[in-house]
């Protein structure tokens, strides 16, 4: 049974593959032609002939600089090489018409002709009449794989296109002289039609004629001094017409209907995105020369102006014409995943992977995908780990394109140190690729350009109108920044509360939303979580029964969905709202119950949610009203890019003439909001010095194990590129970089993670094992150490009874301080567990008797680690999920939020692959390998084991996993293999869209899989480079 599912999934998706690439070169061919390859960096360069690299990879790159040179239209006047050209490609035409009328029944028979019948059919025509050497250089040409590698979207574009243009071409005609290899280069603008298409047809003809007019000219051959001068100029000749061309093609990019991409791309944005045309700022942004000619950009635009749709296009420029891989940042493992989903289908339509780098999930360095682009999406820690394994391998030039969404996160402690990282990386190693940065909220763009080498394209645009207002007492105001008061009075709220109401709700937050919902959406932004729920439980105290009635049905299989997430309990707060068409969100709640009341709210089903700020980074959830029900983010007064945020989600396109956004204040704040609404951005500073310099300790030790540089001197060139470098006045106050820089390394070998040669006058700068290990584990400086320790005294007594001891050891150090213990659940666990496992917890350092005192509420005075104290509490959580499965059961026992513990798993799974990779490095640790592996996976699914194959794809979540199984889909295989039609009807609530997504997620994964395998198959079977040879 199992072998039948096989060999259906492997056909199936085969088939769907083969489908889109009927056209394509088969990809043991091209393994071959990528051997004739030369190695090459530059993605303008011309190959050289060298024959080094053996890199699939290179495939491509050949075909890159076929494109290069791509228009003739400016030689075209004074080049007497073209005149030759001409003639030749007369004769071509002539010989071809000639074989085509004479003796080429299958030709004419096809009208509408690929080029593999091309091929066949010219197999079958007698040889051409002349015996000329260049012809045939051509015609052999014809005969060329790589033509195939057009996907049939484009071909048949292509045809249609060249038709329209009454061209006469090998694919409706047979009078051509070039069949295609770049058919997205021939996709000219509407009126451009005639004037590009025609002399491009010439392009590979010109190619192969130049190439093959070098090789006679360059021959040595015993011939006259008088030929061999007039070999001499043509070479000249020739080398000028190649330099020229060069020059041409790379000042003017081709540019097709839809920028240059297959109107298949736009047709798929239509039904995939329900995007029917791009927005003016889009189209100019897209036609900006920066974005022609590949040079940095950053771009900025209000929240929800669309700029991730430029992104995406320029992305699939990348994948589909330059044939490079794609980086895409974004902030959030749930952005991500809803990225990976969503372009997904565009990946199996157009023939790329799309690879997802968050959590646990990612390898490094990506798999080889012979032939096939990838399109990494990543989160920014992911992108950083991923960029390394890149330059390790040497493959980061494989990369074309990197793109960072909110960009202004550079700027955001940590986080933004890793940004700047692994940009400044890129810089500095790949200088072909191209890096696109977007924000809405940049203040200082200027910084960020020098730092990026970018240019800078910003515009108001908003596709709706927003209205900014400010509610004081029972006024509100209209928000005009021109006014010297700042707030311009704009009406008196209307409301008749009883004094009862008026005690519960003093903000007249009921009064506002009453004004909006059901018929419209509204987001209530609340300073805390908790806040967050009792807003919801109150506005729905004080609603109309009538409310109840809207949308009755919908709401009902809402909460049967909430029901079935958590197996049978439903949070009670939500229990009480979503029947009014509220909901509550933050990030208590599990990620499957925030998915399906995102999903709720987007399809007005519900009409409210109560949110925290995290709820306004990213998301599209955009609302008719936004209430800022305080100005703070707990206890902190908002920035003025958070309130942009939140203010920016005010204006649902499409439906809404315009949002408003209105923000509650109490008289003490009325100056601060005063600033708040009128002051610039915030200035987005470099985050390296962020925690004593973490960020450059970090990027010093990762830059000499990369090999990138390895003393002083090279560090110190790196460092110049930096975002720090161009704030070093504002940020190094009391010493410059170059002292920071030596000072870095300085400390590196104190604490043994770098050494500096012996050698007098050398300096020649390494990582020690241990330092190898943290940065290749993206291990924190700060807890390398500790870490190693741990480990080591781990392997003295290491207990394998359960699985406590192990997932103490990966229970990360950061989330520590983010939980206090309990002590009586402390104590409570601590009595249950095995005799085993407290033997284990008291050689850590955390008896029983020191969690008995503390339960009995006494003072302890031994000496006790309470890092060591809270972190095997932390461990004890993970435990129980391990054992349990059950998130909610889990959460109740020690008091947590189900959200906190999902964070929990999730931080513990992708710091559990980070040891993995640390103890990698140090042979001492070789037996935790096999453990960790194994760990990571639990961690990262912790469900039953049947449903692992099935979350495995991207979106699918527990519930969703178990009901997929439930109907039968029990493999990744049953998935790939499904018919979205059938799924639907046979699960439960799940719409097409999202039925959609899983396919062609599922089928994106086993093509994944499958070429994993294929990559080690061909590694086993390639001969070795340095076999001994007699
Ligand atoms: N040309 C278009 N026509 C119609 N809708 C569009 C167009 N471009 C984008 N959109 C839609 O606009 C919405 C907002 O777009 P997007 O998420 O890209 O905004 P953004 O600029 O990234 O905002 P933020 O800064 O909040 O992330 C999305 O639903 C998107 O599908
Ligand atoms: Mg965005």
Known sequence: MSNELKVKRVSSGKRSRDRLRSNLTPARKRTSVTRRCPESKGDMEVPKATNKSLDATFSEYCSDTEDLFGDYDSIIADSSFLTKLDSVEQNIIHDIDYANRGSCPVVQKHENLEFTSLKSSTENCPKPLRDDSVTNSILEGFGDDSFRDIPSSQLAFQQDILQKAGMNCCIDDDKT?????????????????????????????????????MDNATA??????????????VTKEISFALEAIELVSKETTDLGPFFGLPTKVKELICNLKGIQDLYEWQKTCLNLDSVQQRRNLIYSLPTSGGKTLVAEILILKELLCRKKDALFILPYISLVQEKVRGLASFGMELDFMVEEYAGSKGRFPP??????????????????????????????????LVVVDELHMLGDGSRGAIIEMTLAKVIYISKSTQIIGMSATLGNVQDIQKFLRAENYSNDFRPIELKEYVKLKDSIYEVDTKEEECFKFSRLLNFKYSSAMQKMDQDHIVALVAEVIPSQSCLVFCPTKKNCENVAAMICKYLKNEFIQHKQAEKAVLLEALKSSGNGLLCPVLRRTVPYGLAYHHSGLTSEERKLVEEAYSSGVLCLLACTSTLAAGINLPARRVILRSPYVAADFLKRSQYKQMV???GRAGIDTHGESILIIQDKDKDLAKKLVSSPMEICKSNLMHDNGKGVLSLVLSLIGLNVTNNLQKIRDFMNGTLLSVQEKQLCLDKNLWDVTQECVELLKEKGLVTASTEPKDGTLQVTKLGRATYKGSVDLTYSEVLYKDLSKGLECLMLDSFLHLVYLVTPYDIVSQCKPDWMVYFRQFTMLSAAEQKMCSAVGVPESFVARRAAGQNVKKNVDQVVVNRLYLALVLLGLLKETDLWSVADRFQLSRGFLQTLLSSSSAFCSCVLHFTEELEEFWPFRALLTELTRRLTY??????????????????RAKQLYNAGYKTL???????????????????????????????MLLTEKADALQEEVDDMLTKPHDLPSL
């Open 177 to 213: 002289s070039t069949p295609m290899r770049h058919p997205e280069k021939y996709l000219a603008t509407e009126d451009k039609k005639q004037s590009h298409i025609a002399p491009k047809a010439r392009k590979s003809v010109s190619d192969q004629l130049k190439k093959a007019m």
């Open 220 to 233: 040595p051959s015993s011939v006259s001094r008088a030929v061999v001068q007039e070999a001499a100029i």
């Open 367 to 400: 798999v080889k995908r012979r032939g096939r682009r990838s399109l990494y999406i990543a989160t920014i820690e992911k992108a950083h780990s991923l960029v390394n394994s890149l330059i390790e391998a040497k493959r980061l030039d494989n990369v074309g």
């Open 648 to 650: 920016g989600r005010a």
């Open 942 to 959: 912790c469900v039953q084991a049947e449903l692992i194959p099935l979350m495995e794809v991207t979106g699918v979540m527990e519930g």
């Open 973 to 1003: 295989s049953h998935l790939a293999n499904a018919d979205p039609n059938v799924l639907v009807k046979s699960v439960e609530n799940l719409f097409k869209k999202q039925a959609n997504q899983i396919v062609a997620s599922a089928k």
